[in-house]
């Protein structure tokens, strides 16, 4: 399963509800970021790093553990759908559009 998350209370709902309805069958997981931004430049470097420590308290209040993380960038839908296709994800989970607290760094995921 693979989630995207912008960072917002939709994307948060998103991820708890698909691991309560999946349960023990959920199989691989994988929270994904989705930015805009070039990876060339410091700001950049900065950007993801927060990004992905974002992700990772995400995971944690979902009482997730074992769950990969990845920053993505280009489109969102774009982006998680390619990614999704490409490594085989059965599902594909987001919220309704949100507001993300953190949009400026992920992008609008849902």
Known sequence: MLVGIDGSAESETALRTAIEILGPRMGRLTLAGVTGFDYG??????????????????????????????ILSGRPADALTEFALRDGYQLLVVGRRGRGATKAILGSTA
């Open 41 to 70: 430049s410091s700001q950049a470097h900065a950007d993801t790093k927060r990004a992905l420590e974002s992700l990772r308290a995400m995971a944690a209040s979902a009482s997730v553990s074992g769950a990969g993380i990845i």
